[in-house]
């Protein structure tokens, strides 16, 4: 066995003896995700090899399934335990079980165990997660990586199911961005020396931030877009100077470790705690806070993660905060790849726009030569959709139709002018407070709402109030745990039970309207009376705040399907309404929309929505109330060629959609185009989809329905 493995006897003896424990014993993750015991004091020596564990079997299992302590007083009579009779630890009642961890990956298991039934108290758990750390070395010197790493001579074309953070296309050699090695230093006795390192890599680490948020700003995102950058960055250098976790490495570094392996431990927790939280937007400020660990790591004089990549490479990493890719950009890279992140992630946000990866690994001939096609017809496309830009919105037939854009953060405002969008038709304001990890007060509201209508001029921009809740909480604000967050206490109904967060939000939108036009939305209504009731909280600010704002629409979100069955009394009190189709297919088809294996099962272009959409557009011509589609739907130029074909003409969408969007719809003869849909429905004959002869129809009339 490899170096570290002989001591382990040793290890195991000292840290039971350390512990006041009958028992300590380690297990170390094998290939097929199993726990071997690889040593014990306590337990029989010869289930040493034998003993075995699923990952997620027993309360070892669990522990390293879970990547957080067991701290148990009655092991065995928990629902996990699994007995192994080899073992002989029947007589053992507590059991404190903490993951083995390096760079987020579990290597294995360290557990003590007592006979009396107790708990294990904080400073006792802190001393196995030390000893954990120390240990992570050992396991990962002796092999116990996981086996599914790839051997550096292979050779076969592999293909890894992927998300698009960033739409693109790029090929070019791979560079793995590692973790930074682990410090060599782990103990250290000098405590006030190491608190001063600490400090003083603290204050560098905080200038080169600055000074690289300065001189990295992407370029070409001037006015609007570095507003935003800055968002993200002024959210980040919070972040950096938070005192909750620069006070935990201080306590680690008190507890004896030197300055380099606090940070480490700090960081090593980060990122466990991002293993459980599943809101996108908390995991974010968690991985800034890992990103940061990484760069205090390096003032430290640690050494860092790989820094060096060809032009044209595409970076693969485990994750990337937004300093990193700050970092990167310039450097000539072509994409990247992310292992863990969203396209709500902060990489992803600012890497919009500075480039963009699929996943082929080490493709065939053919396969490249097919992606080398793709790579120069979308270059050609792309040049093509630039001349699109300043092409009205029309129809063949000379219909006129207004595509407005979907933002949430002031860095996407400089698509309005790329992309020439008629306005804002959804504004998601929780989006930058999510961001930021706090609800702005109302000045600072005020002044990012500002900057949007600066943007935006003339064109209108429709303000979503806030729609937190569901899987969008902010740190501090925890809800009660629901068993269904999309459908419980969330967004409006948030809003009209702590009016004062509601009437804040629409001040600030006053104010920040100064006198000019302004439109406020309402999302997740689900009754005339909720709308009324958001209303009257508007009216007594409009009250209030001076000057007021030159012309005032308000309008709702149809997304609850209730509001169909009031259209008649709902018409009479809005003076718009947008369909989110995100919302108002989950809640139509019964479907949740962020469960992947129900993703596409449910489709827009079904009898039962289509003729949803055909009703409210005819009623709202009819009540002379303006309508428009907000969801992502509308960004799919068959959808969006059949809304228009229903009879809703203004579309809002993320701005990749703008121009493959437009070009169908210029190439399209709207008038032939309603009375083959009217047909289609009409012989719909129970189908789940109308996809099919929508799309066919298209493809006959050479429309353009797969640009993008
Ligand atoms: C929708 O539900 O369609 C919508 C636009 O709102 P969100 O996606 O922000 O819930
Ligand atoms: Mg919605």
Same mark, same amino acid.
């Given at each position: 066995?490899?170096?570290?493995?002989?001591?382990?006897?040793?290890?195991?003896?000292?840290?039971?003896?350390?512990?006041?424990?009958?028992?300590?014993?380690?297990?170390?993750? #094998?290939?097929?995700?199993?726990?071997?015991?690889?040593?014990?004091?306590?337990?029989?020596?010869?289930?040493?090899?034998?003993?075995?564990?699923?990952?997620?079997?027993?309360?070892?299992?669990?522990?390293?399934?879970?990547?957080?302590? $067991?701290?148990?007083?009655?092991?065995?009579?928990?629902?996990?335990?699994? =007995?192994?009779?080899?073992?002989?630890?029947?007589?053992?009642? !507590?059991?404190?079980?903490?993951?083995?961890?390096?760079?987020?990956?579990?290597?294995?298991?360290?557990?003590?165990?007592?006979?009396?039934?107790?708990?294990?108290?904080?400073? +006792?758990?802190?001393?196995?997660?030390?000893? %954990?750390?120390?240990?992570?070395?050992?396991?990962?010197?002796?092999?116990?990586?996981?086996?599914?790493? +790839?051997?550096?001579?292979?050779?076969?074309?592999?293909?890894?199911?992927?998300?698009?953070?960033?739409?693109?296309?790029?090929?070019?050699?791979?560079?793995?961005?590692?973790?930074?090695?682990?410090?060599?230093?782990?103990?250290?006795?000098?405590?006030?020396?190491?608190?001063?390192?600490?400090?003083?890599?603290?204050?560098?680490?905080?200038?080169?931030?600055?000074?690289?948020?300065?001189?990295? $700003?992407?370029?070409?995102?001037?006015?609007?877009?570095?507003?935003?950058?800055?968002?993200?960055?002024?959210? =980040?250098?919070?972040?950096?100077?938070?005192?909750?976790?620069?006070?935990?490495?201080? @306590?680690?570094?008190?507890?004896?470790?030197?300055?380099?392996?606090?940070?480490?431990?700090?960081?090593?927790?980060?990122?466990?705690?991002?293993?459980?939280?599943?809101?996108?937007?908390?995991? &974010?400020?968690?991985?800034?806070?890992?990103?940061?660990?990484?760069?205090?790591?390096?003032?430290?004089?640690?050494?860092?993660?790989? #820094?060096?990549?060809?032009?044209?490479?595409?970076?693969?990493?485990?994750?990337?905060?937004?300093?990193?890719?700050?970092?990167?950009?310039?450097?000539?890279?072509?994409?990247?790849?992310?292992?863990?992140?969203?396209?709500?992630?902060?990489?992803?946000?600012?890497?919009?726009?500075? %480039?963009?990866?699929?996943?082929?690994?080490?493709?065939?001939?053919?396969?490249?030569?097919? =992606?080398?096609?793709?790579?120069?017809?979308?270059?050609?496309?792309?040049?093509?959709?630039?001349?699109?830009?300043?092409?009205?919105?029309?129809?063949?037939?000379?219909?006129?139709?207004?595509?407005?854009?979907?933002?949430?953060?002031?860095?996407?405002?400089?698509? $309005?002018?790329?992309?020439?969008?008629?306005?804002?038709?959804?504004?998601?304001?929780?989006?930058?407070?999510?961001?930021?990890?706090?609800?702005?007060?109302?000045?600072?509201?005020?002044?990012?709402?500002?900057?949007?209508?600066?943007?935006?001029?003339?064109? *209108?921009?429709?303000?979503?109030?806030?729609?937190?809740?569901?899987?969008?909480?902010?740190?501090?604000? &925890?809800?009660?745990?629901? &068993?269904?967050?999309?459908?419980?206490?969330?967004?409006?109904?948030?809003?009209?039970?702590?009016?004062?967060?509601?009437?804040?939000? $629409?001040? %600030?939108?006053?104010? %920040?309207?100064?006198?000019?036009?302004?439109?406020?939305?309402?999302?997740?209504?689900?009754?005339?009376?909720?709308?009324?009731?958001?209303?009257?909280?508007?009216?007594?600010?409009?009250? #209030?705040?001076?000057?007021?704002?030159?012309?005032?629409?308000?309008?709702?979100?149809? +997304?609850?399907?209730?509001?169909?069955?009031?259209?008649?009394?709902?018409?009479?009190?809005? @003076?718009?309404?947008?369909?989110?189709?995100?919302?108002?297919?989950?809640?139509?088809?019964?479907?949740?929309?962020?469960?992947? !294996?129900?993703?596409?099962? =449910?489709?827009?272009?079904? *009898?039962?929505?289509?003729?949803?959409?055909?009703?409210?557009?005819?009623?709202?011509?009819?009540?002379?109330?303006?309508?428009?589609?907000?969801?992502?739907?509308?960004?799919?130029?068959?959808?969006?060629?059949?809304?228009?074909?229903?009879?809703?003409?203004?579309?809002?969408?993320?701005?990749?959609?703008?121009? *493959?969007?437009?070009?169908?719809?210029? !190439?399209?003869?709207?008038?032939?185009?309603?009375?083959?849909?009217?047909?289609?429905?009409?012989?719909?004959?129970?189908?789940?989809?109308?996809?099919?002869?929508?799309?066919?129809?298209?493809?006959?009339?050479?429309?353009?329905?797969?640009?993008?």
């Amino acid at each position: 066995m490899a170096r570290g493995a002989g001591s382990l006897p040793e290890l195991v003896r000292l840290v039971a003896g350390e512990l006041v424990s009958e028992v300590c014993s380690v297990y170390a993750l #094998k290939p097929g995700d199993i726990l071997e015991l690889l040593a014990t004091e306590g337990l029989r020596q010869d289930a040493i090899g034998r003993t075995r564990l699923r990952v997620g079997e027993g309360i070892i299992g669990m522990a390293a399934a879970t990547g957080a302590p $067991l701290n148990l007083p009655d092991a065995q009579n928990h629902p996990a335990f699994a =007995y192994r009779p080899e073992t002989g630890e029947e007589p053992f009642a !507590s059991m404190l079980a903490v993951p083995v961890r390096r760079a987020g990956r579990t290597l294995g298991v360290i557990a003590v165990q007592n006979r009396n039934p107790r708990r294990f108290d904080p400073g +006792e758990v802190e001393e196995l997660e030390t000893v %954990a750390m120390l240990l992570a070395e050992v396991l990962s010197a002796a092999g116990a990586q996981d086996s599914t790493a +790839e051997g550096l001579g292979a050779t076969v074309p592999r293909r890894f199911p992927a998300t698009v953070l960033v739409p693109g296309l790029a090929m070019g050699p791979v560079v793995v961005l590692g973790a930074a090695p682990p410090p060599g230093r782990l103990l250290a006795d000098n405590t006030g020396e190491e608190l001063l390192r600490l400090d003083r890599a603290v204050a560098a680490m905080q200038q080169g931030i600055d000074a690289l948020i300065e001189a990295g $700003l992407p370029q070409e995102a001037t006015g609007a877009a570095s507003a935003a950058s800055r968002e993200i960055l002024d959210a =980040y250098r919070l972040v950096a100077a938070d005192a909750g976790w620069l006070r935990r490495v201080g @306590d680690a570094i008190r507890g004896g470790l030197s300055a380099e392996a606090a940070v480490h431990r700090v960081s090593g927790d980060v990122r466990d705690r991002m293993r459980r939280i599943t809101d996108p937007y908390l995991r &974010e400020r968690l991985a800034d806070l890992e990103d940061l660990a990484g760069r205090l790591l390096t003032t430290l004089g640690g050494p860092g993660a790989v #820094k060096v990549a060809p032009p044209g490479a595409i970076l693969l990493a485990r994750r990337l905060g937004p300093a990193e890719v700050l970092d990167w950009h310039g450097r000539g890279i072509a994409g990247f790849v992310v292992e863990e992140g969203s396209a709500s992630s902060h990489a992803a946000i600012l890497a919009r726009g500075l %480039a963009g990866c699929q996943v082929i690994l080490r493709p065939e001939q053919d396969v490249r030569r097919v =992606y080398q096609r793709a790579v120069e017809a979308r270059a050609a496309r792309q040049a093509g959709f630039a001349a699109l830009r300043d092409l009205p919105a029309e129809t063949r037939d000379g219909t006129k139709v207004s595509l407005m854009l979907n933002i949430g953060l002031a860095l996407e405002l400089v698509q $309005l002018d790329a992309t020439a969008a008629a306005g804002i038709g959804l504004f998601r304001t929780e989006i930058a407070m999510l961001a930021r990890g706090a609800i702005a007060d109302v000045p600072e509201q005020a002044a990012g709402y500002a900057r949007v209508l600066d943007a935006a001029g003339d064109r *209108p921009v429709l303000f979503r109030t806030l729609d937190l809740g569901g899987d969008k909480l902010l740190p501090g604000n &925890e809800l009660p745990p629901e &068993e269904n967050p999309a459908m419980g206490w969330r967004s409006l109904r948030i809003g009209l039970d702590r009016p004062a967060l509601l009437r804040r939000q $629409l001040r %600030a939108l006053l104010l %920040a309207a100064g006198g000019r036009n302004l439109s406020v939305m309402f999302p997740m209504v689900a009754t005339v009376a909720e709308f009324r009731a958001a209303r009257a909280l508007l009216d007594a600010e409009v009250a #209030k705040v001076r000057p007021a704002p030159g012309e005032l629409r308000v309008g709702t979100m149809l +997304e609850v399907p209730a509001l169909m069955f009031q259209l008649p009394e709902l018409l009479k009190v809005v @003076d718009f309404v947008s369909v989110g189709t995100n919302d108002l297919m989950q809640f139509l088809f019964a479907a949740d929309r962020s469960t992947p !294996s129900l993703a596409g099962r =449910y489709d827009l272009l079904s *009898p039962p929505m289509l003729d949803l959409l055909a009703t409210l557009a005819e009623q709202c011509r009819a009540a002379g109330v303006a309508l428009s589609v907000c969801g992502e739907a509308a960004a799919r130029p068959v959808e969006a060629m059949t809304l228009v074909g229903l009879g809703i003409e203004t579309l809002s969408m993320p701005a990749s959609g703008i121009f *493959p969007v437009k070009a169908l719809l210029r !190439s399209l003869d709207l008038p032939e185009f309603r009375r083959v849909l009217a047909a289609i429905r009409r012989t719909a004959g129970g189908a789940a989809s109308l996809r099919e002869p929508i799309v066919s129809w298209a493809r006959e009339h050479g429309l353009e329905i797969d640009r993008g």
